[in-house]
């Protein structure tokens, strides 16, 4: 009887080894091996027990019958966990008040009771053990005078606390399951919900990507394409010129969006190597920037005030992006054929300020639609901030402070 105390008591393994556990109410399948494993247990440990229980009643067809039905009702601990634990427990009052050996019959109500508790059903399973105590107290001192086996006495108080303290370490290893799993349950779920949050962001970092790159060219792309048809009859060396620079723009978009689906493929599929081919842009690359924005009809001047310093990759790309963005909106949403970037170091951080002098055009205002958007999105990925509006002298600003770590300066 006091050989399974601690049977099932609770596991030190991390949280997979709860899934597949014999008392695992999660599973929909019957647990038919760990149910026969059950009873062949208690058939074979019975019987080695019973050769050292004279006095006990030998086992027979009725003692075999009741070692079965216990794990016979473990079939349904998963679906019906509080009948079951019930049921073994009734099972082994019955099989106590016939008299018959003790030994790992006991096995069954552990299960059960363990199963109950971690599926939620607590007062099923400490009302099943308070009957089986309650049970062994009135065959002990009370019904064992008529009970099987004769000339039997009563049970001695030392076994009853012996009963008492295994049916508490029951309930205590059950509990503990329950709360191991809830624990374990609410990892996963937060691991889940990590998991989502990390592909939410890397969305979101793509979609920023393609749609910078793809504004930026494209808003080129257009404004040479007018020149070449208004040009191509009248001065074809412009319009060639025109065409030249749509093609320059339209290889090196096609190559910058490549780059990001190369990146989302290899992370999608967890493969190594996933580095880009080619290093981001960053502000070492706003000369060729401007260098298209003039293409595009746009005159940059830009400004550098204090120490000029190499930033982290991160807040690289970010005020590149930022710098080409701000630029796109002001030649498709600006007609001023002017605009003013100034980069301004500071220790730790580095402002953007972007002008032009307007005024806005009709096809939307400057600085609007999903562009400030992505902006701000970058800005706040590295805790910085972007402030974005007309200016008092009716020309559009937008303003941008960028932290960040490290860097050094550069000649």
Not at 66 to 94: E, I, K
């Amino acid at each position: 009887m006091h050989g399974f105390t601690g049977e099932h008591g609770p596991g030190q393994r991390p949280g997979g080894w709860w899934r597949g556990a014999p008392f695992d109410p999660s599973r929909s399948a019957v647990p038919w091996r760990s149910s026969v494993a059950i009873a062949a247990i208690q058939m074979v440990g019975t019987g080695f027990a019973a050769h050292n229980q004279p006095d006990r009643m030998g086992l027979g067809p009725g003692s075999a019958a009741l070692l079965l039905a216990g794990p016979a009702l473990l079939l349904m601990r998963h679906c019906r966990p509080g009948t079951v634990v019930v049921g073994t427990a009734a099972v082994m009052a019955v099989y106590l008040a016939a008299g018959y050996p003790y030994g790992p019959v006991f096995l069954s109500v552990v299960v059960a009771c363990v199963a109950a508790v971690a599926a939620g059903r607590r007062i099923a399973a400490w009302s099943a053990l308070g009957l089986l105590w309650g049970s062994h107290l009135l065959i002990g001192h009370w019904l064992y005078r008529w009970l099987p086996p004769g000339g039997d006495g009563p049970v001695g108080w030392g076994q009853e606390l012996a009963v008492a303290a295994w049916a508490t370490a029951i309930v205590a290893a059950s509990e503990l399951v329950r709360v191991r799993r809830e624990q374990w349950a609410r990892e996963r779920a937060e691991r889940e919900a990590a998991a989502r949050r990390r592909a939410d962001e890397e969305r979101l970092r793509i979609a920023r990507e393609l749609h910078d790159v793809l504004a930026h060219s494209i808003s080129v792309i257009n404004v040479q394409a007018g020149v070449g048809l208004a040009l191509l009859d009248q001065d074809p060396e412009q319009a060639r010129t025109a065409l030249t620079t749509i093609k320059a723009a339209s290889k090196e978009a096609l190559g910058e969006v490549r780059q990001v689906l190369d990146t989302l493929r290899t992370s999608g599929s967890g493969a190594p190597g996933a580095a880009p081919r080619s290093p981001a842009p960053g502000l070492d690359r706003l000369e060729e920037l401007t260098g298209q924005a003039a293409d595009a009809g746009l005159a940059v001047r830009v400004e550098v005030d204090g120490v000029r310093t190499a930033l982290p990759p991160g807040a690289d790309l970010a005020a590149f992006r930022i710098v080409q963005e701000a630029l796109t909106n002001i030649v498709r949403h600006s007609g001023s054929r002017n605009a003013h970037v100034l980069l301004r170091y500071a220790p730790g951080e580095l402002e953007l300020r972007v002008d032009d002098d307007g005024p806005a055009t009709g096809d939307g205002a400057t600085g609007g639609g999903n562009g400030l958007v992505g902006m701000r999105e970058r800005a706040a990925a590295l805790g910085g901030t972007v402030e974005a509006g007309p200016r008092p002298d009716g020309g559009f600003r937008v303003r941008t402070r960028i932290p960040f770590k490290g860097g050094r300066k550069t000649p």
